[in-house]
């Protein structure tokens, strides 16, 4: 992203400004997050215990339906389980950039690791090496936008019912096509991104929702390891 | 019971979340394990990214309706020819926008 002089020198600032296209699309859907937790009878205090202790979008919207079901706590924790595994992968590929961080440094980071934080992370770790302040404002900015979305859609969910007019239920949905296109820098990557794509697209329609994401990056990273091992040996 | 069950919840999301970081950051990872996870992140992206725009309804949706789907091709070429992110979702987000302004759909 390109960034003034100002904002350049201070990694707190530039951490916060690569976090604004998260924020564009987290204010909205932690807004419809809260809408949806108060139709279920959530108390606002419940609302915004999941925003701020579970961070973690889609698995929470699936809470408030089991909730409003009475679905046993155990299921709502097995499913929710299910759902955020696919952030191991995800962590584990930012690892390598992370040497020397201490275990509580380490933590912190993951606490607030999601599908949108690590993309703009991989963006910024593959761009350069981002300062520790830079990489925990966009965390802290992000989760701090999605709280306080979901706590305007608790306070005021009558008075705006639709951001589509806006086009801002789009803003996630561009921001990882140029994540996706950023990440890509061979043709092997390409390949990957495609298969993993097409394969996810398929797992779910299949059924294997909750799970489609996981197997189709095993598979597809697994292919991109195999092609270049191959064009090494030829 | 509610809050129990959010604890159990924070728990089981921030496990996953942490248990990579913890036991890989300090390591050298083999070469393959390496590389494998250097594939990584293009395949979850990819894996994220075509569902919700070729079936954001759950269904396969080609129609050119599909405003996610119709919006991705110039949003991935600003992405491409500017490489700012920024740029690439103010593209996706005014096309849409304006698609719905015009057509009404």
Redesign the interface.
């Known amino acids: ?2 960034t003034t002089g100002f904002v350049k020198e201070q990694p707190w600032l530039r951490g916060v400004s690569r976090a ?2 998260i924020v ?1 699309g987290y204010i909205p859907i932690g807004f419809a997050y809260g809408v949806l937790a108060q139709k279920a009878g ?1 108390s606002v205090w ?1 609302t915004l ?2 925003s701020v ?4 979008g889609s ?1 929470q919207f699936i ?1 408030v339906g089991l ?1 409003s079901a009475g679905i046993s ?1 155990l299921s ?3 499913t ?2 299910i759902v ?13 950039n ?2 020397g ?1 201490s ?1 509580a440094e ?2 912190v ?3 607030e ?1 999601t ?1 949108e934080s ?3 992370h ?2 910024s770790f593959k761009a350069g090496n981002p300062a520790k302040g830079e990489i925990f404002a966009l965390n802290i900015t992000a989760q701090t936008a999605w709280v306080l979305g979901s706590w305007l859609g608790c306070t005021m969910g009558g008075l705006i019912s639709d951001v ?8 996630l ?12 820098s061979d043709r ?3 390949a ?10 398929v797992f ?2 299949a059924g294997l929702d909750q799970w ?2 996981i197997l ?2 095993v598979i ?3 292919i ?2 195999v092609v ?2 191959c064009s090494k040996t030829r | ?10 728990l ?3 496990l ?7 036991f ?3 390591r050298s ?1 083999p070469p ?1 394990v ?22 954001p309804e ?3 949706d080609l129609h050119w309706r599909n ?2 789907l119709m ?2 091709v110039p ?2 070429l ?3 020819k500017t ?4 740029g ?2 103010l ?8 698609s ?2 015009v057509w009404g759909i």
């Open positions: 992203m390109k604004l296209p564009m959530l419940q215990a999941m202790f579970v961070y973690a698995s809470a909730f706590p709502i924790i097995i929710t389980f955020n595994l696919r952030h191991m992968l995800m962590s584990a590929a930012l690892s390598p992370l040497k961080w275990k380490l933590a980071f993951a606490y690791l599908d690590f993309g703009v991989t963006m589509r007019p806006y086009g801002l239920d789009y803003a949905a561009a921001m990882f096509i140029a994540l996706l296109v950023l990440a890509i092997i990557q390409v990957v991104a495609v298969t993993a794509g097409v394969l996810s697209l779910l329609l489609h994401v189709a990056t597809g990273a697994t991109g390891v270049e091992e | 019971m509610i809050f129990l069950t959010i604890a159990g919840m924070m089981v999301t921030f996953p979340r942490v248990a990579p970081v913890w890989l950051a300090s990872l393959l390496a590389s494998w996870l250097r594939y990584v992140p293009p395949a979850v992206l990819a894996a994220m990214l075509l569902p919700s725009i070729v079936a759950g269904v396969v405003l996610y919006a991705a949003t991935l600003v992405a491409w490489r700012s992110m920024f690439a979702v593209t996706g987000m005014a096309l849409v926008a304006l719905r302004l």
